[in-house]
């Protein structure tokens, strides 16, 4: 049964049957598909310092965002690229996808690399997020997880898809 429907997600209590054959209820959250992007620029990378109102503060992560309707993925990493960084890619590769917190959600973020960055005449910064975008050396960055200077879930397993630390 649906208990919440928004703009970018919908929310459900369902009876599920497990694989042990017992059924329970239980409450799933069905968000839009979203992308992450690791914008690469030589031995550099552009993140955000973003402020993050479900947490008060600030956090260090990839740009990111959610799907249009019927959009593809790849279409999604290259708008949200620009629209975050100003910055737009002639190479988007795919990196594949991750569940974010399979455990009551069913969010699916696919993960792009992305290179070959020029400044973009389409920049257009959203209104309600508060971005700033840093630079950061690629050797820098297992370090800043390491030290919990980047706690970002989905940027921490881009950052190792792309480079594998």
Not at 87 to 93: G, L
Not at 135 to 164: E, F, H, N, W, Y
Request: hydrophobic letters at 35%; glycine letters at 8%; proline letters at 5%.
């Amino acid at each position: 049964m649906e208990i919440f429907r928004g703009r970018r997600l919908w929310i459900e209590t369902k009876k599920v049957r497990l694989p042990t054959g017992t059924e329970h209820e239980k409450v799933i959250v069905h968000p839009s598909n979203a992308v992450a992007i690791f914008p690469v620029d030589g031995d550099r990378c552009k993140l955000l310092k973003q402020y993050r109102y479900a947490i008060d503060q600030y956090s260090i992560g990839a740009p990111a965002g959610t799907t249009e309707q019927g959009e593809e993925p790849r279409a999604t990493a290259g708008r949200e690229l620009i629209e975050e960084t100003g910055f737009a890619a002639k190479t988007i590769e795919p990196k594949g996808f991750i569940y974010t917190t399979p455990g009551f959600t069913d969010e699916k973020i696919f993960l792009f690399e992305a290179r070959n960055l020029s400044p973009s005449q389409e920049y257009a910064k959203d209104e309600d997020e508060v971005i700033e975008v840093i630079d950061v050396a690629l050797k820098d960055l297992p370090a800043m997880i390491r030290d919990g200077k980047i706690v970002d879930g989905k940027t921490i397993c881009l950052i190792q898809r792309c480079l594998g630390c």
